[in-house]
């Protein structure tokens, strides 16, 4: 069972304009999420998280959304560049257990167009 | 280099041999986590340690797939006899608790790309 679901596997936005990136979870133990950037031969790096007891969470361009009754976050990119084009995979943790593990997304590719 | 290492970058092997993928973390992190990435998926947890306790291996396939790390840096990732379906990247993160929270983000290494003939 896929407990993070990216339902989009890839996204085409315009340069300048904003990308959302969308996440989907089951799990109601989860409280912590993250979304990590993935380039081609590289390992995924973290771009933003956000904790269960928020429902926003803001750096620079990106902005992370939550919205628990729906179990559904979202990552905005505003506005987005063409350095941004890369695989996109949203992650989950439920922190309170006491574990590191992490639950991943499929990931969406997002390709921003010059 | 700060980053997490892995290696070999990329392993061929016949099925039914053995391998060892080793991870070598970020100085100082405490915890270290092996997952695998199929191809189009995200990465799969298979287990992760604190210090040298293997804290939850709850995502190892079968008992084919084992992991240490003995002194509480470097760890290996064996998986014996191996099989077809063990094709994947094998990636490596390290941490610097075991929490997840903001400051303690894992970090991801570069991965291994096992291939089984």
Known sequence: DQQVKQNSPSLSVQEGRISILNCDYTNSMFDYFLWYKKYPAEGPTFLISISSIK?????GRFTVFL????KHLSLHIVPSQPGDSAVYFCAASAGSSNTGKLIFGQGTTLQVKP | G???SQSPRYKVTKRGQDVALRCDPISG???LYWYRQALGQGPEFLTYFNYEAQQD????????FSAERPEGSISTLT?????????AMYRCASSLAQYQGAGNEQFFGPGTRLTVL
Not at chain 2, 57 to 64: A, I, Q
Not at chain 2, 79 to 87: L, W
């Open chain 1, 55 to 59: 429902d926003k969470n803001e750096d």
């Open chain 1, 67 to 70: 919205n628990k009754s729906a």
């Open chain 2, 2 to 4: 700060a980053g997490v």
């Open chain 2, 29 to 31: 992190h405490v915890s």
């Open chain 2, 57 to 64: 291996k709850s995502g190892l396939p079968n008992d084919r």
């Open chain 2, 79 to 87: 998986i014996q006899r191996t099989e077809q379906r063990d094709s």
